[in-house]
């Protein structure tokens, strides 16, 4: 990045407002409240993560998950690999997303990204489906023919337009 | 600039980054959401007015969520198009994962020293 305010901590320059203000604002434990009923309240610190509510997060996200998503793409041999946000994708091989999985599984959660197997779903076409199923179903994925992905579809190209 | 170029009392730091918690529900759990003061909205956009246009140009197509326009749109327009293209190919697929808490689990310390190194 170049001159960016993002970069600039501890560096005094013309950012240094914005620079050492986003420091306190992000590190600094907020309070969230919570209204209850007779006028009582309740507290809670939002001390590790993100704070929702503020505009700024996403973007801040964005960027810290840069270091696993540039391994990932060095390392696996994948033909899309795509985030937005905590929603990754990958379209490779079974082989390149059996490796994929498995150093997601390995560098995810030193950057906060600990995959739930559970709840990861696998797209493939109707003559891969038991291939898939024996090579994924063993985590406890979902192998499945069409998803929904970020409130589009995935899945056959005539089912989509249909 | 009160903030930057002193040491406040903690209960400014505690006002400023207040929000209200509100709670859905997402039978059977609760979906909480926060929503921030209005003088840290105030803040946060006057920060990605300076830096939000370097952050989405280093973000670029790694994360689709740094701040470039219709993110979403461009991942699902290329998840298809990648899986239009492979679809009949043999042990071909398109995985998507899910991670535990993704935004809460992120150290705050790591996430501003990745910042500060990109």
Same mark, same amino acid.
């Given at each position: 990045?170049?001159?960016t305010?993002?970069?600039?901590?501890?560096?005094?320059?013309?950012?240094?407002?914005?620079?050492?203000?986003?420091?306190?604002?992000?590190?600094?434990?907020?309070?969230?409240?919570?209204?209850?009923?007779?006028?009582?309240?309740?507290?809670?610190?939002?001390?590790? *993560?993100?704070?929702?509510?503020?505009?700024?997060?996403?973007?801040?996200?964005?960027?810290?998950?840069?270091?696993?998503?540039r391994?990932?793409?060095?390392?696996?041999?994948?033909?899309?690999?795509?985030?937005?946000?905590?929603?990754?994708?990958?379209?490779?091989?079974?082989?390149?997303?059996?490796?994929?999985?498995?150093?997601?599984?390995?560098?995810?959660?030193?950057?906060?990204?600990?995959?739930?197997p559970?709840?990861?779903?696998?797209?493939?076409?109707?003559?891969?489906?038991?291939?898939?199923?024996?090579?994924?179903?063993?985590?406890?994925?979902?192998?499945?023919?069409?998803?929904?992905?970020? *409130?589009?579809?995935?899945?056959?190209?005539?089912?989509?337009?249909? | 600039?009160?903030?930057?170029? *002193?040491?406040?009392?903690?209960?400014?730091?505690?006002?400023?980054?207040?929000?209200?918690?509100?709670?859905?529900?997402?039978?059977?759990?609760?979906?909480?959401?926060?929503?921030?003061?209005?003088?840290?909205?105030?803040?946060?956009?006057?920060?990605?007015?300076?830096?939000?246009?370097?952050?989405?140009?280093?973000?670029?197509?790694?994360?689709?969520?740094? *701040?470039?326009?219709?993110?979403?749109?461009?991942a699902?327009?290329?998840?298809?198009?990648?899986?239009?293209?492979?679809?009949?190919?043999?042990?071909?697929?398109?995985?998507?994962?899910?991670?535990?808490?993704?935004?809460?689990?992120?150290?705050?310390?790591?996430?501003l020293?990745?910042?500060?190194?990109?």
């Amino acid at each position: 990045m170049n001159s960016t305010a993002i970069r600039c901590f501890g560096r005094l320059d013309t950012y240094d407002i914005v620079a050492v203000g986003l420091h306190s604002i992000v590190i600094a434990a907020g309070p969230l409240i919570i209204r209850g009923r007779a006028g009582i309240s309740f507290y809670l610190f939002s001390k590790t *993560g993100i704070t929702q509510g503020c505009p700024f997060t996403m973007p801040l996200y964005g960027l810290a998950s840069l270091p696993l998503i540039r391994k990932l793409n060095t390392e696996c041999k994948l033909d899309r690999h795509l985030w937005y946000a905590d929603d990754s994708g990958a379209g490779a091989t079974f082989d390149d997303l059996d490796k994929y999985f498995d150093l997601l599984k390995v560098h995810g959660p030193s950057c906060g990204y600990t995959p739930q197997p559970h709840k990861c779903i696998l797209v493939t076409s109707d003559r891969n489906l038991s291939s898939a199923k024996s090579k994924f179903e063993r985590y406890g994925m979902k192998v499945v023919t069409e998803s929904q992905y970020l *409130g589009g579809f995935i899945g056959s190209p005539t089912l989509r337009s249909d | 600039m009160w903030l930057a170029n *002193g040491f406040p009392p903690w209960s400014s730091y505690r006002a400023l980054k207040s929000g209200r918690l509100i709670t859905l529900d997402n039978n059977p759990s609760v979906r909480p959401i926060g929503i921030g003061e209005s003088w840290r909205c105030l803040f946060a956009k006057c920060v990605l007015a300076v830096a939000g246009k370097d952050a989405a140009d280093e973000c670029g197509i790694g994360n689709l969520s740094g *701040g470039m326009s219709a993110g979403i749109k461009a991942a699902v327009y290329s998840a298809n198009e990648v899986v239009d293209s492979n679809y009949e190919t043999d042990d071909w697929g398109f995985i998507l994962m899910d991670a535990r808490n993704a935004f809460n689990e992120l150290n705050r310390y790591t996430m501003l020293w990745t910042v500060r190194h990109l």
